[in-house]
Protein backbone atom coordinates (compact mmCIF):
# COMPACT_ATOMS: atom_id res chain seq x y z
CA UNK A 1 0.00 0.00 0.00
CA UNK A 2 1.04 3.27 -0.71
CA UNK A 3 2.42 6.08 1.78
CA UNK A 4 0.60 8.95 2.14
CA UNK A 5 2.70 11.95 2.22
CA UNK A 6 1.16 14.90 4.63
CA UNK A 7 1.80 18.23 2.28
CA UNK A 8 1.39 20.85 4.37
CA UNK A 9 0.46 24.32 3.14
CA UNK A 10 0.51 27.69 3.84
CA UNK A 11 -2.62 30.21 3.01
CA UNK A 12 -1.90 33.69 2.74
CA UNK A 13 -4.47 36.15 3.18
CA UNK A 14 -3.43 38.68 0.16
CA UNK A 15 -6.94 40.81 0.28
CA UNK A 16 -5.65 44.18 0.68
CA UNK A 17 -8.95 45.60 2.51
CA UNK A 18 -9.47 44.93 6.02
CA UNK A 19 -13.13 44.18 6.47
CA UNK A 20 -14.05 47.58 8.03
CA UNK A 21 -12.47 48.80 4.51
CA UNK A 22 -9.04 49.69 5.90
CA UNK A 23 -5.51 49.14 3.93
CA UNK A 24 -4.44 46.23 5.80
CA UNK A 25 -0.85 46.59 7.90
CA UNK A 26 0.93 43.52 5.61
CA UNK A 27 0.39 45.03 2.38
CA UNK A 28 3.72 47.02 0.75
CA UNK A 29 3.27 49.81 -0.69
CA UNK A 30 3.91 49.15 -4.25
CA UNK A 31 0.05 47.09 -3.85
CA UNK A 32 -1.42 49.68 -2.05
CA UNK A 33 -0.52 52.22 -5.58
CA UNK A 34 -1.52 49.67 -7.89
CA UNK A 35 -4.66 49.17 -6.31
CA UNK A 36 -4.84 53.39 -5.66
CA UNK A 37 -3.79 53.92 -9.37
CA UNK A 38 -5.50 51.83 -12.05
CA UNK A 39 -3.99 53.30 -14.98
CA UNK A 40 -1.95 50.69 -16.82
CA UNK A 41 1.54 52.57 -18.63
CA UNK A 42 0.59 52.12 -22.24
CA UNK A 43 2.59 50.02 -24.88
CA UNK A 44 2.69 50.99 -28.43
CA UNK A 45 0.63 48.98 -30.56
CA UNK A 46 3.25 46.71 -32.93
CA UNK A 47 2.95 48.37 -36.44
CA UNK A 48 1.02 45.73 -39.15
CA UNK A 49 3.61 44.47 -42.14
CA UNK A 50 2.64 45.02 -45.85
CA UNK A 51 1.86 41.16 -46.20
CA UNK A 52 -0.76 40.93 -43.04
CA UNK A 53 -4.33 40.74 -43.52
CA UNK A 54 -5.54 39.38 -40.10
CA UNK A 55 -5.58 41.85 -37.34
CA UNK A 56 -3.96 40.53 -34.12
CA UNK A 57 -4.72 40.59 -30.72
CA UNK A 58 -2.50 43.40 -29.68
CA UNK A 59 -3.84 45.47 -32.58
CA UNK A 60 -7.40 44.40 -31.30
CA UNK A 61 -7.21 45.54 -27.74
CA UNK A 62 -6.38 49.46 -27.40
CA UNK A 63 -6.84 51.92 -24.66
CA UNK A 64 -10.40 53.14 -23.32
CA UNK A 65 -10.22 56.15 -24.61
CA UNK A 66 -8.99 54.72 -28.14
CA UNK A 67 -12.56 52.31 -27.66
CA UNK A 68 -15.94 54.51 -29.06
CA UNK A 69 -18.03 54.42 -25.95
CA UNK A 70 -21.45 52.45 -26.35
CA UNK A 71 -24.47 55.13 -26.31
CA UNK A 72 -26.83 54.89 -23.46
CA UNK A 73 -30.23 53.39 -23.55
CA UNK A 74 -31.53 56.95 -23.84
CA UNK A 75 -29.11 57.81 -26.68
CA UNK A 76 -29.95 54.80 -28.94
CA UNK A 77 -33.45 55.74 -27.96
CA UNK A 78 -32.90 59.24 -29.68
CA UNK A 79 -30.26 57.68 -32.45
CA UNK A 80 -33.98 56.00 -33.23
CA UNK A 81 -35.78 59.08 -33.73
CA UNK A 82 -37.84 58.66 -30.83
CA UNK A 83 -38.26 60.67 -28.06
CA UNK A 84 -37.30 58.68 -24.35
CA UNK A 85 -40.80 60.32 -23.54
CA UNK A 86 -42.52 58.24 -25.72
CA UNK A 87 -41.09 54.81 -24.13
CA UNK A 88 -41.80 56.59 -20.37
CA UNK A 89 -43.99 54.05 -18.54
CA UNK A 90 -47.05 55.84 -16.67
CA UNK A 91 -49.68 54.47 -15.02
CA UNK A 92 -51.91 54.67 -18.42
CA UNK A 93 -49.45 52.66 -20.23
CA UNK A 94 -49.12 50.07 -17.36
CA UNK A 95 -52.90 49.66 -17.21
CA UNK A 96 -52.71 49.29 -20.95
CA UNK A 97 -50.21 46.68 -21.27
CA UNK A 98 -52.48 44.30 -18.17
CA UNK A 99 -55.45 45.28 -20.60
CA UNK A 100 -53.94 43.86 -23.95
CA UNK A 101 -52.62 40.99 -21.77
CA UNK A 102 -55.75 40.30 -20.82
CA UNK A 103 -57.36 40.34 -23.93
CA UNK A 104 -55.07 38.02 -25.69
CA UNK A 105 -55.76 35.26 -22.89
CA UNK A 106 -59.43 35.73 -23.66
CA UNK A 107 -58.41 34.81 -27.45
CA UNK A 108 -60.15 37.93 -28.05
CA UNK A 109 -56.44 39.55 -29.83
CA UNK A 110 -53.87 37.33 -31.28
CA UNK A 111 -50.37 37.30 -33.22
CA UNK A 112 -50.87 38.35 -37.08
CA UNK A 113 -51.03 34.66 -38.54
CA UNK A 114 -51.29 33.20 -35.38
CA UNK A 115 -54.35 31.45 -34.54
CA UNK A 116 -55.95 32.45 -30.90
CA UNK A 117 -54.92 30.98 -27.81
CA UNK A 118 -57.54 31.11 -24.68
CA UNK A 119 -56.21 30.93 -20.89
CA UNK A 120 -59.00 31.38 -18.66
CA UNK A 121 -57.36 31.18 -15.27
CA UNK A 122 -54.42 33.93 -16.65
CA UNK A 123 -57.10 36.41 -17.55
CA UNK A 124 -58.92 35.70 -14.72
CA UNK A 125 -55.81 36.77 -13.13
CA UNK A 126 -54.80 39.73 -14.56
CA UNK A 127 -58.31 41.00 -14.29
CA UNK A 128 -58.14 40.41 -10.54
CA UNK A 129 -54.70 42.18 -10.52
CA UNK A 130 -56.30 44.96 -11.99
CA UNK A 131 -58.94 44.75 -9.64
CA UNK A 132 -56.46 44.57 -6.83
CA UNK A 133 -54.82 47.85 -8.02
CA UNK A 134 -58.35 50.15 -8.81
CA UNK A 135 -59.12 48.86 -4.76
CA UNK A 136 -55.15 49.83 -3.63
CA UNK A 137 -55.27 53.24 -5.59
CA UNK A 138 -58.42 54.80 -4.56
CA UNK A 139 -58.39 58.49 -3.90
CA UNK A 140 -54.67 58.46 -5.53
CA UNK A 141 -54.97 58.43 -9.13
CA UNK A 142 -56.40 61.10 -11.38
CA UNK A 143 -59.76 61.82 -12.74
CA UNK A 144 -58.16 60.28 -16.52
CA UNK A 145 -56.68 57.47 -14.68
CA UNK A 146 -59.39 56.39 -12.71
CA UNK A 147 -61.70 56.29 -15.42
CA UNK A 148 -59.09 54.51 -17.52
CA UNK A 149 -58.61 51.75 -15.56
CA UNK A 150 -62.59 51.49 -14.67
CA UNK A 151 -63.36 51.31 -18.02
CA UNK A 152 -60.23 48.83 -18.49
CA UNK A 153 -62.10 46.67 -15.82
CA UNK A 154 -65.77 46.50 -17.38
CA UNK A 155 -64.46 45.78 -20.68
CA UNK A 156 -62.40 42.99 -19.28
CA UNK A 157 -65.10 41.56 -16.88
CA UNK A 158 -67.52 41.80 -20.30
CA UNK A 159 -65.57 39.97 -22.07
CA UNK A 160 -64.76 37.47 -19.43
CA UNK A 161 -68.37 36.46 -19.33
CA UNK A 162 -68.79 36.17 -23.13
CA UNK A 163 -65.79 34.09 -23.61
CA UNK A 164 -66.80 31.78 -20.77
CA UNK A 165 -70.26 31.69 -21.82
CA UNK A 166 -69.50 30.76 -24.78
CA UNK A 167 -67.12 27.55 -23.74
CA UNK A 168 -70.09 26.90 -21.73
CA UNK A 169 -72.36 25.99 -24.69
CA UNK A 170 -72.36 22.93 -26.90
CA UNK A 171 -71.30 24.42 -30.73
CA UNK A 172 -74.06 25.43 -32.20
CA UNK A 173 -74.25 24.27 -36.35
CA UNK A 174 -74.85 26.69 -39.23
CA UNK A 175 -78.18 28.84 -39.90
CA UNK A 176 -80.02 26.28 -42.70
CA UNK A 177 -78.58 23.23 -42.39
CA UNK A 178 -80.10 20.01 -41.37
CA UNK A 179 -78.76 18.11 -38.16
CA UNK A 180 -78.80 14.38 -39.48
CA UNK A 181 -78.23 12.19 -36.70
CA UNK A 182 -75.57 9.29 -38.26
CA UNK A 183 -76.11 6.30 -38.39
CA UNK A 184 -73.83 4.29 -36.07
Excluded: W
Excluded at 1 to 12: L, P, R
Excluded at 55 to 81: N, Y
Excluded at 119 to 145: F, H, P, Y
Amino acid sequence: MAEKKDSSFTVTDRRLFTAEGELRKEVTQTSADAVTSPEEPRTEAPTKSPGTTSATAAELSGTPEDIPQMPSATERVELSGHSSKDLEMTFERFMASLYMTAMLQLGLMHEEGGQPRIDIVGARQTIDTLSLLAEKTKGNLTSTEENFLQNCLYELRMAYVEVTNSLGRPPQSAPGSKNIPTAR
